[in-house]
């Protein structure tokens, strides 16, 4: 029995959804233009976040799931992403993607040194190498050949992933979840030789 696609997705843009079913069905949705409110201050601020969402609000008669099957055909037109092909200086891609979502740890330290101008060198007694400053997480997919840096919105993830971020290492241990993704792939690298990516898509194989 084949699973209902519902029950594989993990992340879904639906920004992304609407406008490409508006676009290929040529529908006309009711739409209304709001003030995006700011994000509050004491909210935390993920690395590699892709903020609030889009202040356009839009009505349709179908739900975003529904448009995504009815698009189906349409988005396995994507083609895979080619490594061979891309590199620094090319313009983003839509590319599917299979690999595993993980999450990554960066951590931020601060090194301090002491000169001494006049009089000889004073051994510090108190360095002990880099502080640690703290350390923050980020959504990662793991390919054969090549890792991708994860820039989600927070509001697109499935009810609870979203939460795996905050409890890795503390609650939970490593993820790495089997997935096939629609993601747009842009020419920047972090630290780690990861390229950057927006998801559109993330399922579950």
Known sequence: M??????KLLYLDRDFIS?????????????IITKAESIS????AFLFSGGASASESKNYKISTIGMLQKLENKFEKYPYFD??????GSPSQ???IEGNLT????KRTRHTTTITLIGPPKKDKENKGPELLGEESYYAVEAE????????????WVSGVAAFQDLIDNVIGPLDIPIRALLRIYAAHTDFEQWMAVPIIIKEK
């Open 94 to 96: 839509i590319c599917w």
């Open 2 to 7: 084949k699973t209902p696609l519902f029950e």
């Open 83 to 88: 490594s061979s092909a891309f590199k620094l």
């Open 103 to 106: 999450i990554d740890k960066v």
């Open 41 to 44: 201050a004491a909210a935390k």
């Open 145 to 156: 050949k090549y890792k991708f840096a994860l820039v989600p919105t927070v509001e697109y």
């Open 19 to 31: 406008s490409k079913y508006e676009y290929e069905e040529g529908v006309a949705p009711d739409t």
